[in-house]
């Protein structure tokens, strides 16, 4: 394995991990792998003991809920996989849950759709969501609602799906399990003479036609969806790992060299928000800010309402705003958690005055620092 992989996984502070349906389910009787994702808690575990953050997108739903409704080989419906869904995710839900409890990890589920990570305020909502409970020591198991998910809006594989988290929430390395212990310059089911590639600069048109289709039954996404989750990821600043996850303690075994393919992030994360950031709409709305709270945005805190002393504008929560010192200097864009009605009030105020104020308990600051950017002089 080469060196640079090693040394990526040991730096990695937010892991995101995504399990593909082939490796949770058995393909024969379409029955959840116990052993296989006992073993993961433990991986998992040992993550987390080492300080580090996990979540984990997870496919399987369906793929479970349709040998529990007996639903027939082959292609569904879109209201029989909604339904597989259905039925599928509380069986899954529980099974993460009774598998790493064993090894003192508590988990969480939380469904996402299209809409989550492209509407600027669902983003904000869930994004603080998933912060807070790897924060609080949770592992969030993410998966696509397919529920109510139709074939127009979905993300329809949960490769991008897991790219869009990884991007959402920050996270350093993007972690895909799959069938193949990464990227060949050629299929390697059908050419005995395909080449592994263990280091993937740049996403070029050889690299893209190196991918192939998928191989697995239960699988949706093939390589073509990793390499385009690949894209999404080192765009936004995060290492990106296609590795083996078929035997047991997947995790374990990459970090004692096991092979895979990393794809190296095109800049580093706080850059990536920034150019994102810079690319959104122009800021809808100004906040005003005193020294304490200007210090504290260039110490890398998050704005608190205590520290604002103007607001002009009108916008809604998730909106984009300049964020302005008390000589008038733009020194930071950031998305909102607050629209502007309810942030003139709270404005001046300690965070534990605000649910008495607005009369529900609101977020504890104005711009959380995960979506704040500091604007450089001359900008």
């Known amino acids: 394995m080469h060196k640079i992989h090693l040394d990526s996984l040991k730096n990695a502070q937010k892991i995101v991990i995504k399990i593909?349906?082939?490796?949770?389910?058995?393909?024969?009787?379409g029955q959840l792998r116990q052993n296989w994702l006992d073993a993961l808690g433990?991986?998992?575990?040992a993550l987390i003991a080492q300080g580090k953050q996990v979540i984990i997108v997870s496919s399987g739903a369906?793929?479970?809920?349709?040998?529990q409704a007996g639903f027939a080989k082959g292609k569904l419906k879109l209201e029989q996989s909604q339904a597989a869904a259905a039925i599928g995710q509380i069986a899954l839900a529980k099974?993460?849950?009774?598998?790493?409890?064993q090894h003192q990890v508590q988990v969480a589920q939380v469904l996402l759709s299209l809409e989550d990570s492209e509407n600027r305020k669902r983003y904000i909502?869930?994004?603080n969501t998933i912060n807070t409970l790897t924060s609080l020591g949770f592992v969030p198991i993410i998966n696509e609602n397919d529920t109510i998910a139709t074939t127009e809006i979905r993300f329809g594989d949960n490769d991008r799906l897991a790219a869009r988290v990884a991007s959402m929430v920050g996270a350093d390395m993007l972690i895909l399990l799959s069938d193949i212990d990464g990227l060949y310059d050629a299929n390697p089911q059908t050419d005995k003479t395909a080449k592994h590639i263990p280091v993937?600069?740049?996403?070029?048109?050889?690299?893209?036609?190196?991918a192939g289709s998928s191989g697995s039954d239960y699988g949706t996404g093939g390589m073509v969806t990793k390499i385009l989750a690949a894209q999404i990821a080192t765009e936004s600043g995060c290492i990106m790992l296609i590795a083996d996850g078929r035997n047991n303690n997947p995790i374990n075994a990459l970090s004692t060299g096991a092979k895979s393919s990393i794809f190296l992030a095109q800049n580093s994360v706080t850059a990536a928000r920034k150019k994102w950031l810079h690319a959104t709409l122009e800021p809808k709305g100004i906040l005003t800010?005193?020294?304490?709270?200007?210090?504290?945005?260039?110490?890398?805190?998050?704005?608190?309402?205590?520290?604002?002393?103007?607001?002009?504008g009108q916008f809604d929560n998730g909106d984009t705003l300049g964020i302005q010192n008390l000589s008038g200097q733009t020194i930071a864009h950031g998305l909102t958690n607050y629209n502007s009605k309810d942030a003139i009030r709270i404005i001046g105020k300690k965070s534990h005055e605000i649910a008495d104020i607005l009369g529900y308990a609101g977020r504890t600051n104005i711009v959380h620092r995960n979506n704040l950017v500091l604007v450089k002089k001359g900008e």
């Open 125 to 127: 909502n869930a994004t």
């Open 289 to 312: 800010i005193d020294k304490g709270a200007e210090n504290a945005l260039l110490n890398g805190k998050s704005l608190l309402s205590a520290g604002v002393t103007k607001i002009s």
């Open 20 to 29: 593909g349906s082939s490796l949770l389910i058995h393909a024969v009787n």
């Open 200 to 210: 993937i600069k740049n996403i070029t048109a050889n690299i893209q036609n190196a």
């Open 62 to 67: 369906i793929a479970l809920g349709r040998a």
């Open 42 to 45: 433990q991986d998992v575990a």
């Open 95 to 101: 099974a993460y849950e009774n598998a790493f409890k």
